[in-house]
C-alpha cells in the first residue's frame, strides 16, 4: 500500500519561503510522475505542480515563478519549494501521483499571514 508522508509545513509570514517534503513508499517512485496539491478551507483540493519521470515540471498559474517541484528518486521524495509566500497560499498541501493513488498522506498545514 502506497504511504505518502508530507512535512515541512508552518507558519510564515507574507513574502516568506518554505520548503515541503513529501517521502513516498510502497509503490515504484521513480516510474510515477509526481504531484503537489493544496485544499483551502471551504475549497476544492486544486493541483500545484507536477514532476513527470524524466524531471519535467509544470506549475499552476497561481503558483508560477514562486514555486518550484523538485523530486530525488534516490531518496523517493518530492519537494515543493515555496517562495513569494502570500496569504492565499494558505491550505493543506499533499503530494500523490499525478495518476493519484486511493490513499491520501495527512497534508502539511501552511500558513501564511502576518
Known amino acids: 500500500q502506497v504511504q505518502l508522508v508530507e512535512s515541512g509545513g508552518g507558519l510564515v509570514q507574507p513574502g516568506g519561503s518554505l520548503r515541503l517534503s513529501c517521502a513516498v513508499s510502497?509503490?515504484?517512485?521513480?516510474?510515477?510522475?509526481m504531484a503537489w496539491y493544496r485544499q483551502a478551507p471551504g475549497k476544492q483540493r486544486e493541483r500545484v505542480a507536477f514532476v513527470t519521470t524524466g524531471g519535467s515540471t509544470s506549475h499552476a498559474d497561481s503558483v508560477k515563478g514562486r514555486f518550484t517541484i523538485s523530486r530525488d528518486n534516490a531518496k523517493d521524495t518530492v519537494y515543493l519549494q515555496m517562495n513569494s509566500l502570500k496569504p492565499e497560499d494558505t491550505a493543506v498541501y499533499y503530494c500523490n501521483g499525478l495518476q493519484t493513488f486511493a490513499s491520501w498522506g495527512q497534508g502539511t498545514q501552511v500558513t501564511v499571514s502576518s
Open positions: 510502497g509503490t515504484s517512485f521513480r516510474v510515477r510522475s
